[in-house]
């Protein structure tokens, strides 16, 4: 049975592509296409970034783990540079 267009809300009536009422052996012959939902999947992944040059993305959701002594060097290091750029330890 088919429903009238105000009857659709407008998310279900954006997703249809074509509808075709045809008159068949018993009654109205409806036949319904909708939208490629794999077509709108490839636009957002373009949109995202995803596709690449390379054939495989990968999106690694867990942070990489740091050790503390990894952190701690890298910033005494990054404190000992600016120093060093600034003139270091003078005394007037």
């Given amino acids: 049975m088919l429903k009238p267009s105000a009857a659709i809300s407008p998310d279900d009536r954006a997703a249809i592509e074509s509808l075709k ?8 012959k ?5 939208h490629s939902k794999q077509r709108a ?16 993305v990968t999106i690694d959701h867990a942070p990489k ?3 503390a002594n ?5 910033r005494l ?3 000992a ?10 005394k007037e």
């Fill in 21 to 28: 009422v045809k008159p068949g052996k018993n009654g109205l």
């Fill in 30 to 34: 409806a036949t319904i296409k909708l």
């Fill in 41 to 56: 999947l490839d636009s957002l992944a373009r949109l995202l970034g995803l596709y690449r040059k390379s054939q495989f």
């Fill in 65 to 67: 783990k740091r050790d």
């Fill in 70 to 74: 990894e952190i701690l060097r890298e």
């Fill in 77 to 79: 290091l990054k404190i």
């Fill in 81 to 90: 540079r600016a120093g060093e750029k600034n003139g270091g330890d003078k």
